[in-house]
């Protein structure tokens, strides 16, 4: 992810507040469709597929690094078609208004699972932090979210110690039993703060007083971030109030008919 942050190219130099502001727009644009809107929701693709191919970010990377997030996302409605029985006419047929408000619930879930993908793949965690510091977010919040994603690699070789020494004293069980989860876990908070006092007192000797300076080098604004904001959010007008997809599918059957 932050090699794929990194690139020197136009989408990821656009100025980091510019891209946070649209998708925080649009994961509330998406939100606020009617549960059975079903139809007006497809058009809200148009973003992500357009920053994808605007960032050139390889579609089946990103499904393999969200295969876990995404079936947890899609499973939040599984259960509306037996609790939402009311008949819906679309398109001359008669369907499980159900069906329809569990297929929308998934489908906003994938579309806000990849804007938030989209924008952490093309803007690093430090311009991400400096357009929370743009917007006055308290900087003991944006110190824990930059040092949270910095050092959740520690966290994991940790866990990875503790279940490796774990199975070398239990070579022939498979997992870990239930009995000795809370004091796996106990340790692992114990080793956890130590590596974390070990990271606090290597911070202060390299300078560290309790915020990080994300104003040292200013990111300025240009032209062609104000013109790719106001275009975004034109278009998530749009697509909100004008069912643009049978519009469109209007206009190309009477032009075929």
Known sequence: MDTMAAKNQWVNRI???????????????????HKYDIIGLMGMVVYPLAMFILAELSFRDSMKRLRVVLPLVCVIGIFNP?????????????LNSGVISMLT???????????????????????LCYAFR??????????????????????LEEVNRVTQAYALRAPN?????????????????????DRAGIVYESMTLRGYHGDFDYMAVKIHWRWQ???FEAVWL????????????????????????
């Open 15 to 33: 100025h980091p507040l510019v891209k946070f502001v649209l998708t925080i727009v649009y994961l509330a644009t998406v939100v606020s469709f």
């Open 82 to 94: 037996f609790f939402d029985r009311i008949p819906v006419q679309i398109g001359g047929l008669t």
């Open 105 to 127: 619930l998934m489908i906003k879930g994938v579309l806000t699972v990849l804007a938030s993908y989209v924008l952490i793949a093309t803007t690093s965690i430090e311009k």
């Open 134 to 155: 743009l917007i006055h977010i308290p900087k003991i919040l944006v110190t824990q979210i930059l040092l949270t994603y910095r050092y959740i690699m520690v966290l």
């Open 173 to 193: 069980q498979r997992g870990i039993h239930f009995k000795v989860w809370g004091s796996l876990t106990g340790q692992l908070l114990l080793r956890s703060m």
């Open 225 to 227: 971030d104000v013109l």
């Open 234 to 257: 034109c278009i998530f007008f749009i697509f909100r109030k004008i069912p643009v997809i049978v519009v469109m599918g209007n206009l190309v059957g009477g032009l075929f008919g």
